[in-house]
């Protein structure tokens, strides 16, 4: 069983940045994807970042691409979810989720290949 506990959200002026963390244990899976989906308040919850820890291989959504980057740190057993730019409509609870290993075609499925969440850290984007 993978536990996973995310970290870092807070409150940031619109452009501004942050960085949340994923501390992942006892480790993170390998050939599998994690990911950060994110869910404001009356809207469904959608996958933000996902990337394939076998490799390099991400994708974002498109309201993200060019200001968000996820990375991931076996060494550390930790996600991340680098954010810039930030506008007040990424404002949400983001989670930190990941897949069993399923090797790369883990990053064409959905959110119900996700077998292990967080409990999801607030990020609100206000001036």
């Known amino acids: 069983e993978v536990q996973l506990v995310e970290s870092g959200g807070g409150l940031v002026q619109p452009g501004g940045s942050l960085r949340v963390s994923c501390a992942v244990s006892?480790?993170?899976?390998?050939?599998?994807?994690m990911a950060w989906f994110r869910q404001a308040p009356g809207k469904e919850r959608e996958a933000v970042a996902i990337?394939?820890?076998?490799?390099?291989?991400?994708k974002y959504a498109d309201s993200v691409k060019g200001r968000f980057t996820i990375s991931n740190d076996r060494t550390k057993n930790a996600l991340y979810l680098q954010m810039n730019n930030l506008r007040p409509e990424d404002t949400a609870m983001y989670y930190c989720?990941?897949?069993?290993?399923?090797?790369?075609?883990?990053?064409?499925?959905?959110?119900?290949?996700?077998?292990?969440w967080g409990q999801g850290t607030q990020v609100t984007v206000s001036s």
């Open positions: 989720a990941s897949t069993s290993p399923l090797g790369s075609l883990c990053l064409n499925r959905g959110e119900d290949a996700y077998r292990y």
């Open positions: 006892p480790n993170i899976y390998s050939s599998a994807c």
């Open positions: 990337v394939y820890t076998g490799g390099d291989a991400a």
